[in-house]
């Protein structure tokens, strides 16, 4: 079974304005919520595609019971929630030209509610897979290492999906899949790589130090892949961008998705990117419809 674990999901607030002017006041005509937090999108497309999970998240307040609610009834999907004190965040996403994220850092999770994380996780076997994505929450800076040693001794395969900052926790407990975009990498590396042989030479540093799958995101270059033994690059797909929000998220689930079902690394990188396209040209998450419309037109490069 699939797991999936948000430690600090939020509301996305989306809004849409025609201008934004510092200490003006400002009005926007398009407003919408939705459920946010990047292992609840990871479960989100997965069931779009067939493919049954588990999402367990961390949630708290008024605010946590609405994504409860909202996950159930727009994207039939259980939450197991861990209840926490304080209200679980709000995120504000703009649109002005192009998309500015405005974001909370949570509500403060105690160590007995950790405990309970840890003891999850224990429960799981050899057949699973942990998706572990997003910001560490309040008060558990160690939460990604404590989690990557716990799931390395238990020999449970896991995803970590996380900002650069936080790599050093759990990359030499050999991840199954690490989706950094070029920033990340950079950030933990303390570098400024660009050209597409010292991101293939340093990325490969990060498959030798024990990650299995590494997708890196290279914005408008497209994405590419390594392993042991392969670096494929994978074209920018042409289309009109409406929403980056929720496409690193749909990469994940869509590799996940076609790993399971084939062992074919190449081919699971292919419905990463479709549905990692799907979300951005759709503004919502990836649905199986259009994933299929979009894994057609993925270029790949063997490089």
Request: charged letters at 25%.
């Amino acid at each position: 079974m699939i797991y999936t674990l948000t430690m600090n999901p939020a509301i996305d607030y989306k809004i849409s304005c025609d201008r934004f002017e510092l200490n003006q006041l400002n009005r926007f005509k398009k407003a919408s919520l939705h459920p946010g937090g990047k292992g609840i999108n990871v479960s989100a497309v997965l069931k779009n595609l067939g493919i049954d999970s588990v999402p367990i998240a961390i949630l708290g307040g008024f605010t946590g019971k609405y994504l409860l609610e909202t996950m159930k009834k727009d994207y039939r999907l259980d939450l197991k929630p861990i209840w926490i004190e304080g209200d679980t965040r709000v995120n504000i996403k703009m649109m002005v030209e192009h998309e500015t994220e405005i974001n909370h850092d949570g509500p403060r999770v105690k160590d007995h509610i950790f405990d309970q994380i840890l003891e999850m996780v224990s429960g799981l076997t050899k057949k699973d897979l942990l998706v572990v994505s997003g910001s560490a929450p309040a008060g558990q800076r160690d939460a990604y290492q404590q989690i990557a040693q716990l799931c390395d001794k238990l020999e449970i395969p896991f995803v970590m999906d996380t900002p650069g900052d936080l790599f050093h926790q759990f990359i030499d407990y050999r991840p199954f899949l690490m989706k950094p975009n070029l920033k990340e990498l950079n950030d933990y590396l303390l570098m400024d790589l660009f050209e597409l042989d010292e991101i293939i030479f340093y990325g490969r540093q990060l498959v030798f130090r024990g990650v299995k799958h590494l997708i890196i995101s290279l914005g408008d270059r497209g994405s590419l892949y390594l392993d042991h033994e392969k670096a494929l690059l994978a074209h920018p797909v042409e289309g009109a961008v409406i929403s980056t929000t929720g496409a690193g998220d749909s990469m994940v689930a869509g590799f996940i998705a076609m790993y399971q079902l084939t062992q074919d690394a190449k081919l699971a990188f292919i419905e990463a990117v479709a549905a990692a396209s799907a979300t951005v040209f759709s503004g919502k998450l990836a649905t199986h419809r259009d994933i299929q419309k979009y894994q057609t037109k993925v270029v790949i490069e063997e490089l």
